[in-house]
C-alpha cells in the first residue's frame, strides 16, 4: 500500500526593500521567515564590489542554507527573501534550488 507524503508548503516573497520596510508592505509581515541577503553578505565579511567565485559560492552555500531552515520553521507563513540587488538571475538561481526539493516541497514565488 503506498501512502502519499504531505508536502510542506511554501510562500517565497522576493523584494529589493529592507526587511522593515518590506514587512511594512506585506499584510502578514511579522509571520515572514527573513533571509536578507545584505546582512549575509555582510556578515560573512564580504562586500557586492568583491566577490570572487570562492566568496560567491560561500554566500550562495549560505543563503541556501537559510532558505532551509526557513521551510522547516514552525513558526512562519513564508519567506521574504531581502536584496537591494536583486536580479532575474538569482530568482532563476532560486526556482532550481526549489525544483531540487519538489518531493517534499510546494512552494510559490511572488515579488513584494
Given at each position: 500500500m503506498e501512502t502519499m507524503q504531505s508536502r510542506t508548503k511554501?510562500?517565497?516573497?522576493?523584494?529589493?526593500?529592507?526587511?522593515?520596510?518590506?514587512?511594512?508592505?506585506?499584510?502578514?509581515g511579522q509571520y515572514l521567515y527573513v533571509v536578507d541577503i545584505s546582512k549575509?553578505?555582510?556578515?560573512?565579511?564580504?562586500?557586492?564590489e568583491a566577490l570572487t567565485r570562492e566568496s560567491e559560492f560561500i554566500i550562495n552555500y549560505t543563503i541556501r542554507k537559510k532558505?532551509?531552515?526557513?521551510?522547516?520553521?514552525?513558526?512562519c507563513e513564508?519567506?521574504?527573501?531581502?536584496?537591494?540587488?536583486?536580479?532575474?538571475?538569482?530568482?532563476?538561481?532560486?526556482?532550481?534550488?526549489?525544483e531540487e526539493h519538489t518531493e517534499t516541497l510546494e512552494y510559490t514565488i511572488s515579488d513584494l
Open positions: 511554501v510562500d517565497f516573497y522576493i523584494t529589493k526593500y529592507s526587511p522593515k520596510e518590506a514587512k511594512k508592505r506585506s499584510e502578514m549575509i553578505i555582510r556578515d560573512l565579511g564580504y562586500t557586492t532558505i532551509i531552515q526557513g521551510i522547516y520553521s514552525t513558526k513564508g519567506i521574504l527573501v531581502c536584496y537591494k540587488n536583486i536580479s532575474q538571475e538569482f530568482i532563476e538561481n532560486l526556482e532550481t534550488f526549489l
